[in-house]
């Protein structure tokens, strides 16, 4: 195979085998996709603020060789539609992450769940749901923090206190348009959510994902985020729980990360990947695939039992 070749066949976008949409406890409904052999040991991944599934595009063509895996839109995002007003919480992330689980796997089936930054914050969430302790049996947490987003992010170059975090949520609530994918645009996104080593093509792939966000779904969910607290659910989550993030990152610098891994109480060890930011999963992807592998390897016992879904499908939807 040619390096031209390879270079397209890594960049394809996965298809998967499977597409659901999910009704959630308040009747928004959630895009899931289903990707790998059916009755194979269960990924689920949960992606990021301004993000969808794309994000986890390398770790599911690498995983979906042999493992199902299950990866949707957080509502807003991608090809969930927006909610309502009153739509967007922290107990909106751990309803949705509850229906894509109770819909995508079999009653008693395990899984490993996977979050970049606020789908590690929806697992954290969840952690004392009754779907996570039915059907988790493994987590891993990537660049994300369960609280004092504002105080800690390093996004502004100002001294730490309290204009900073002041400033820091009005850029998080932020409405002003991202506008289109350029040069500018991509030098911005860089410094704040990637290491300065990024290669040019994982830049561009984030920039795409992260320019498609819908505004409202951004600013909704970015007034969320500047609100955080979630420390007593990381106490909650009583999975074995791996930890990655970036030395680098802005946004949800180490200090998260290690307040995070001293706190679980099954904590398996935080990693930290030198001269990354925040988007690990494409900054490092093949770190962090192998590392679901690991905990896959780890924890996963394949039943017999076949996955199902209690959803409707996309083409009862339309």
Request: one cysteine or more; proline letters at 5%.
């Amino acid at each position: 195979m040619s390096r031209l070749t390879q270079t397209a066949a890594a960049a394809s976008v996965p298809v998967p085998v499977r597409e659901l949409s999910v009704v959630s406890a308040d009747g928004s409904r959630v895009h899931v996709e289903l990707h790998g052999p059916e009755g194979a040991p269960a990924v689920v991944l949960a992606h990021g603020w301004t993000c969808n599934t794309r994000f986890w595009d390398a770790q599911v063509r690498d995983l979906a060789v042999d493992h199902r895996v299950v990866v949707y839109d957080q509502r807003g995002h991608g090809r969930s539609p927006a909610a309502g007003q009153d739509g967007y919480s922290t107990r909106a992330l751990a309803d949705d992450l509850e229906a894509v689980l109770r819909a995508t796997l079999e009653p008693g089936q395990k899984a490993v769940l996977g979050g970049h930054s606020m789908g590690g914050m929806t697992i954290m969430a969840a952690a004392g749901r009754d779907a996570v302790r039915e059907h988790g049996v493994a987590v891993l947490l990537c660049s994300t923090g369960s609280s004092r987003l504002t105080a800690e992010s390093l996004v502004l170059p100002l001294r730490a206190g309290a204009l900073r975090t002041r400033m820091t949520a009005a850029v998080l609530a932020a409405r002003a348009p991202l506008g289109p994918v350029n040069g500018v645009s991509k030098v911005i996104l860089r410094y704040v959510t990637m290491g300065r080593g990024s290669a040019p093509d994982r830049v561009e792939a984030c920039a795409r994902i992260v320019h498609a966000c819908p505004r409202g779904a951004r600013v909704a969910w970015g007034r969320v985020l500047a609100e955080l607290d979630l420390e007593a659910r990381v106490r909650e989550l009583r999975l074995p729980t791996a930890v990655i993030a970036g030395t680098q990152d802005r946004l949800t610098p180490p200090v998260h990360a290690r307040a995070i891994a001293a706190a679980l109480p099954n904590g398996l060890g935080l990693t930290e990947l030198e001269g990354m930011g925040h988007m690990t999963p494409v900054e490092a992807p093949e770190v962090v695939t192998a590392k679901l592998r690991e905990l896959v390897a780890a924890y996963v016992t394949v039943g017999s039992a076949d996955s199902t879904a209690t959803a409707v499908s996309e083409e009862e939807v339309a």
